[in-house]
Nanobody, 120 residues
Framework: QLQLVESGGGLVQAGGSLRLSCGGSGDTFSERAMGWFRQPPGKEREFVAR????????SYADSVGGRFIISRENTKKIVYLQMTALKPEDTAVYYC?????????????WGQGTRVTVSS
């Protein structure tokens, strides 16, 4: 497993932007796919975005496509989520996750979450 720590959450007005960061520890960070999930108030945790081990492939939830971009810097062991054109419905606790392998599949590591609040 990896230790994951998210940062960058906060309060932002609708239409604004935020960049979340997730720092990972462990020797296998660069060999793992990574993902972002979120849990809106009173709802289940949901997928947001994911990226393969080398950044060669990404995928997004329909609700964030075209507004959010996931990226990574393996030398720094960081994965980012750039969020633009934020909407009140993006309000949630955002979690970073590490997949077991280079591609998507089983997740074995989660961060503690960072809260994003988008005001209307």
């Amino acid at each position: 497993q990896l230790q994951l720590v998210e940062s960058g959450g906060g309060l932002v007005q609708a239409g604004g932007s935020l960049r979340l960061s997730c720092g990972g520890s462990g020797d296998t960070f660069s060999e793992r796919a990574m993902g972002w999930f979120r849990q809106p108030p009173g709802k289940e945790r949901e997928f947001v975005a994911r990226i393969t081990w080398n950044g060669g492939s990404t995928s997004y939830a329909d609700s964030v496509g075209g507004r959010f971009i996931i990226s990574r810097e393996n030398t720094k062991k960081i994965v980012y989520l750039q969020m633009t054109a934020l909407k009140p419905e993006d309000t949630a606790v955002y979690y970073c996750a590490a997949y077991v392998d280079k591609w998507y599949g089983v997740i074995d590591s989660w961060g503690q979450g960072t809260r994003v609040t988008v005001s209307s």
